[in-house]
């Protein structure tokens, strides 16, 4: 070999290992990104799966509940009177100390006693045990992320009530659990009551609807498409639309469903149908381009032996073709829905941004979907919904790798090498 082969050749050898180099920094840079990623989320989103619940004896005193207006009586009021009495302090002739205990304890709590009374009126005059959460600023003092350094004036509690709560914690009266009502209640103006279930609910309910939709005429197309429409050029101007609706914005299909679905035909605003029709036009493409390359990813030997038996062109794709790329196909489905179920932009352009404290009561009743409500606490002027914002977003990624996981699971269980 010359000596000007041999400095070509290093030199070839030299540029590959740098490709490689390059190759490495830019995944290593890219982990490295995610894990910042991940890792701020979870430590800004951790403490919203604990919780402080408050246990008090209060007694129903029978001069502030009148039996023939039972929703009438401030039931917030005996809950601070009996928090009040559990710190050793008593309420002033004007009721500044009770008003600083309100702040203290959830308002749930009250809401609690007023049904304990309904059901057994009998209980008035009488001191029951209940057991509620806290209210946030005071979850989030226990948690430490409202510090007594802080200067009085720039916190919501002051010495006075950070004091109470030592003395509670201090007497078994505070303990922190795990926050199991972050996922068995809906959303609520109140953080410590606030959970994730409606979402979820209503997430579910508008997947259901794109899959029934998008699912059967996205994988029909692709059929057609690839295994019996003529190669025309009318085939090869709806094959160019399909690729280039697959690169649309999200935020164009949401002001095609308001244009449509709802100024048109007149379908519920802020709904699990309207918002599953929009995702559904949003999935088609991918779920039409995802079908055909599995299609072609059949041998046309399986073809043409099918033909050679004696099958018809629909025994040969429906009977053969098609189970053999199904692999493929439920790959490309499930990942569109998991795409479809991060979205967020066309959403908010049918209105799906309302406030919704309830789960779903049906595909046309008012829903919320797990990213608006990210959206939705994250624009909440309450500090407590901030870890909240996180963990909705903990959970919603939990369900996209989930969807992610299950398309590679059953890509590599089901697919065949050819």
């Known amino acids: 070999m010359t000596d000007a082969a041999t400095r070509r050749l290093k030199k070839r050898h030299a540029a590959e290992a740098r490709f490689r180099t390059y190759g490495r920094v830019a995944i290593i840079t890219a982990l ?17 799966f604990e ?16 039996r023939a ?3 009438g009586a401030n039931y917030d ?14 309420d002033d002739e004007f ?52 510090k007594r350094s802080t200067p009085e004036a720039e916190r ?31 959303d609520s103006t109140e953080p410590e009551q606030a959970g994730v279930l409606g979402a979820v609910v209503g997430s579910a309910m508008m997947l259901l609807v794109t899959a029934l939709i998008a699912i059967p005429i996205g994988v029909g197309a692709a059929i057609w498409l690839e295994e019996f429409a003529p190669k025309n050029r009318w085939t090869d101007l709806v ?24 100024n048109w035909l007149g379908a519920p605003r802020s709904s699990a149908l309207t918002g599953g029709l929009v995702l559904s036009l949003m999935a088609l493409p991918t779920i039409i381009i995802a079908t055909r390359s599995a299609l072609k990813a059949v041998p046309p030997s399986i073809r043409e032996a099918a033909l050679a038996i004696g099958a018809s062109r629909t025994q040969a794709v429906f009977h053969h073709v098609v189970p053999q790329s199904l692999p493929g196909m439920l790959t490309g489905v499930i990942l569109s829905l998991a795409h479809a179920l991060g979205e967020t932009a066309p959403l908010l352009m049918i209105g799906m941004v309302a406030f919704v404290p309830g789960v779903p009561e049906g595909f046309t009743g008012a829903a919320s979907v797990l990213p608006v409500q990210v959206f939705i606490w994250e624009n909440a002027s309450e500090r407590a919904f901030q870890e909240r914002t996180a963990a909705a977003i903990l959970v919603l990624l939990t369900f996209m790798i989930i969807m992610n996981a299950a398309a590679v699971i059953l890509r590599t269980r089901l697919e065949r090498r050819w």
């Open 239 to 262: 094959e160019v639309n399909i690729n280039n609706l697959a690169a649309v914005p999200s935020i164009v299909y949401g002001l095609l469903g308001l244009a449509l679905f709802i």
């Open 156 to 186: 919501k509690l002051d010495d006075q009530q950070l004091r109470w709560l030592d003395i509670l914690k201090a007497q078994g009266a505070v303990k922190g659990h795990f926050n199991t009502g972050f996922f068995t209640n809906s």
């Open 77 to 90: 009021y005996l809950v601070a009177t009996a928090l009040l009495a559990k710190v050793g302090e008593v």
């Open 51 to 66: 919780t402080y619940s408050i246990s008090l004896p209060v007694y129903l005193d029978p001069a502030k509940i009148d």
């Open 69 to 71: 207006d039972l929703q």
């Open 95 to 146: 009721g500044n100390a009770s008003t600083k205990a309100m702040d203290l304890v959830s308002r749930d709590v009250g809401f609690q006693i007023l049904d304990q009374v309904k059901a057994d009126p009998g209980l008035i005059g009488k001191t029951i045990i209940l057991k509620g959460s806290v209210r946030a600023d005071a979850d989030l003092y226990y948690k430490r992320q409202l």
């Open 32 to 48: 490295a990104f995610l894990a910042l990623l991940v890792g701020r989320i979870v430590v800004q989103g951790w403490s919203a």
